[in-house]
């Protein structure tokens, strides 16, 4: 038998290769991860989004005609902050039973533990019910390019149900919502800061959608799990000197939408309430997931994780958006959890890290929901 990385050891090897996206570069950590899978006899096919923008699908195929479990999620991390760090970023350092590093919660920790229980199946020889897929990509930290571009190539095909291994501390999440983020520019005409009546002031324009903004009405209810859809200018920039009239301002907006709102209809609502004086343009626009938790499946997760964690599971949602967006509807609208080792509260920040029990115990969740729906 061949020997088999722990998955520690596998989040350790993939935290040191910098991935930071921008400007992403995913493809050395996306070779290292399809060498393994296809080592132990695993089909393994990679997609470039953008020159270096490396996902890969792979699949340890099963027999019969049981649609697949599929795994996602993402190899591309944000940057490092402004704050210094006190460990490596790149180090993969454990200190007190946390691994530490960029990406190590968000979620090569999860990669890891997935790609770890694949290995270990393929390992074992004997063919499932259904496929066991997994999407690793690249560029979602910017919007969910690299699972959108294996979306639009059909790389995916259909699955029974998908698990996306994003930080929750391994509790099950059984939805998110979208996001739609803008950029809205105003222009004017500059004349001198002492003859404003000479010029149009763009500031103003910006100032006044910006302040209409704060009252504006999404008009839909709120959602059950995951509440209200809402609204924030994050920022604002105008102007070249204290004594000219700006000819040019801008602010973005994100908006954070509920699994069922129309966002095109939503981008549209937004254009009109505006006006023709705002240039709207939208820089990210990712659908919210949601599955009803009386879902047959979503009951057996609930029923494993019990077990597990020892204490009754309720329906909760996560906060931020995933890769579950792109590769849900790609897979034909399955049952869809949301499952990782990483602590949700590390994600993004310095010394971000992963408590090493986490990665064990998510390669046991991970491997429970696969020999359960595979027949292994
Ligand atoms: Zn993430």
Known sequence: MAVIPSALEITRDIVRMDTRNPPGREIECATYLGNLLSGAGIEVNY??????????????????????????????????????????????????????????????????????????????GRKGKADMVMAICAGEETGCEGSFHLAEVDALGEAGCVVICEPTSNYPMIGHKGALWLRVETKGKTSHGSMPEQGDNAIYKAARSVSKLEDFDFNIAPHELLGKSTLNVGMFNGGLNLNSVPDHSEFTIDIRTLPDQNREKLLDGIKGYLGAENKVESLVNVGGVHTPHEDPWIQDVYQVMEALLDEPIEPRGAPYFTDAAAIKPACGHPPTIIIGPGEMKMAHQTDEYCPVDHIDQAVEIYETLTRRWCGL
Request: proline share 4%.
């Open 47 to 124: 997609y470039e989004f953008a020159k270096d923008r490396t996902s890969l699908v792979a699949r340890l195929k099963g027999e019969g005609d049981k649609p697949a479990i599929c795994f996602g999620g993402h190899i591309d991390v944000v940057p490092l902050g402004t704050k210094d760090w006190t460990v490596d970023p790149f180090g993969a350092e454990i200190k007190d039973g946390k691994l530490y590093g960029r990406g190590s919660t968000d979620m090569k920790a999860g990669i890891a533990a997935f790609v770890h229980t694949a290995l270990k199946l393929a390992n074992e």
